[in-house]
């Protein structure tokens, strides 16, 4: 006798709204990340605080194949931020090259004169002292605490947002800026513990930027497919 077919990615039974919010997502999209992330070179151990901070504002509006080459030549001439410092602020913004926004440029260098003159050099691991450099909003001050010191965040970039619109709300996009009901989202999804909550933020980010993609959603090879509820409603379109 010939065994029933299976749905491809399970059913309805699975939909995590029938669950705890986060708790059936987190080991599927970190065990994915465990074996797809990219190798860059700002989540190697020996990039730092500063690494990590530096590619979150070269990364705020320039992909990563740009980012690279002008990130790696950054570490190189500025390892720390006491050596951004010690440069005139148009250096930072000649350095910056084609990435575009060279305001960006300024703000990082000014984040790097803070760091030296209020923090010693060493860029802060406090949510709050990170929010109050200048150029560092409620996204890059989250990232820095949650990927360069292993904190409990919830880090919510476009990537995030669009994984958690399809995953856990139903919809195709998130609206277009963040609302307080995503923030709130957010929270309910994170890991109780520190370490396991700032993999699920890099883990679910890396779902978005190569997986759940704005214009191809990869369904087939995404780890949470079973539970997602857009597609367990047979992705309707945006409507707004
Ligand atoms: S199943 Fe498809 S739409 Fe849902 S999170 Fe995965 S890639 Fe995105």
Not at 142 to 147: H, K, L
Not at 199 to 224: D, F, Q
Request: hydrophobic fraction near 45%; charged fraction near 20%; charge should be neutral.
């Amino acid at each position: 006798m010939t065994a029933p077919t299976k749905p491809p990615y399970g059913t309805a039974a699975d939909s995590v709204s029938e669950r705890a919010p986060g708790e059936p997502l987190h080991s599927p999209v970190i065990d994915w990340f465990d074996e797809h992330a990219r190798d860059l070179p700002w989540r190697r151990p020996e990039a730092g605080a500063w690494g990590v901070m530096v590619s979150e504002f070269m990364l705020q509006q320039t992909p990563v194949n740009r980012v690279l080459p002008v990130y790696e030549q950054w570490m190189a001439r500025w390892p720390r931020p006491a050596d951004l410092a010690a440069e005139a602020p148009g250096e930072a913004v000649r350095a910056w090259g084609r990435l575009g926004y060279p305001r960006r440029a300024l703000r990082l260098h000014g984040a790097a004169v803070a760091i030296t003159e209020r923090h010693g050099g060493d860029v802060p691991s406090e949510h709050a002292q990170l929010l109050a450099l200048p150029g560092i909003g409620e996204y890059t001050a989250a990232a820095v605490a949650s990927f360069a010191y292993g904190q409990r965040h919830a880090v919510l970039d476009t990537n995030v947002r669009r994984v958690f619109a399809r995953a856990v709300s139903g919809t195709q996009y998130p609206p277009n800026a963040t609302t307080a009901a995503e923030r709130r989202l957010a929270r309910a999804l994170l890991p109780e513990d520190a370490a396991t909550a700032a993999r699920w933020a890099a883990a679910s980010m890396e779902l978005g930027a190569l997986v759940c993609t704005a214009k191809n959603e990869a369904c087939h090879r995404c780890p949470i497919a079973a539970q997602c509820a857009w597609r367990l409603a047979g992705k309707p379109a945006h409507d707004g």
